[in-house]
């Protein structure tokens, strides 16, 4: 995904020079590991859209959670306040990804990627909520095999989907790159695509293990283990909850 050279019109970007440098073109990563730098930036736009996914899954497990829960618990008002920042962090995305689109400019600026790693925060806590919630809570036992079965699959895709973002947050950023990918056999000079980062989630997802593609730095080892221990426990204790389900 490679960004275009257009850059900001000069009457959208601020004067002042500490303002200005957050509107400047987000950079990728720096070279290490006689590796050369082959991933671009990321980019605001293809991140909206996957965030977009992302906020409807969350909602939609949110919601069915809080209809199966007895209001004024504890974990559900903490779950209420991380979804609102959440859901703060994505208008302020789409608000800028909008900014962009109407000055027709496709470089990201630098102050979309504190907001984008926001909102993988706190998206990323408002799903280990929700499991939480989908796990422990006793009034949770009644429900049927069919609504424990869309709740994990809610989940599944959840949790795919963010640490797809991750990865190619940190293979975009993290100083020599996160990991490497075969060559695509009809472009092999192409870098990888949002889509490579989701097939490597939903693998690592589904394995609970390493994929094929080589990890190269211990931050993309710590993601992968973070990802393979939450599919890990939801699997194992869900389906232990759908088998004894009615």
């Not at 069919?146 to 293979?171: E, K, M, P, R, V």
């Not at 790159?177 to 056999?185: I, M, Q, T, V, W």
């Not at 990888?192 to 980062?197: G, I, L, M, S, T």
């Amino acid at each position: 995904m490679s960004d275009s050279p257009e850059t900001l019109p000069e009457d959208a970007v601020p004067r002042s020079g500490a303002l200005r440098a957050l509107f400047e073109p987000l950079s990728a990563g720096d070279d290490h590991y006689d590796r050369p730098r082959d991933r671009p930036a990321m980019r605001l736009l293809p991140f909206a859209g996957v965030a977009a996914a992302i906020e409807f899954f969350d909602l939609s497990l949110t919601s069915r959670l809080h209809r199966a829960m007895p209001g004024g618990e504890m974990v559900e008002q903490l779950g209420t306040i991380v979804s609102l920042c959440a859901n703060l962090l994505f208008v302020l995305l789409m608000a800028l990804s909008a900014a962009m689109l109407l000055f027709a400019n496709r470089r990201t600026p630098r102050i979309a990627m504190p907001l984008m790693v926001g909102y993988l925060s706190f998206a990323g806590m408002n799903l280990l909520i929700n499991l939480t919630t989908l796990i422990a809570a006793p009034a949770l036992s009644t429900q049927s095999q069919l609504g424990l079965t869309l709740d994990l699959g809610l989940a599944f895709i959840s949790i795919t989907l963010n640490f797809s973002l991750w990865y190619q947050l940190a293979d975009a950023h993290l100083p020599g790159g996160a990991f490497d990918f075969e060559p695509n056999g009809h472009r092999p000079e192409e870098p990888p695509r949002w889509f490579d980062y989701f097939v490597l989630s939903f693998f690592t997802n589904s394995t609970f293990g390493p994929t094929l593609e080589n990890t190269r730095t211990r931050p993309a080892k710590a993601l992968m283990m973070v990802q393979t221990s939450i599919a890990l426990v939801i699997l194992v204790l869900l389906v232990a909850r759908i088998i004894q389900a009615d």
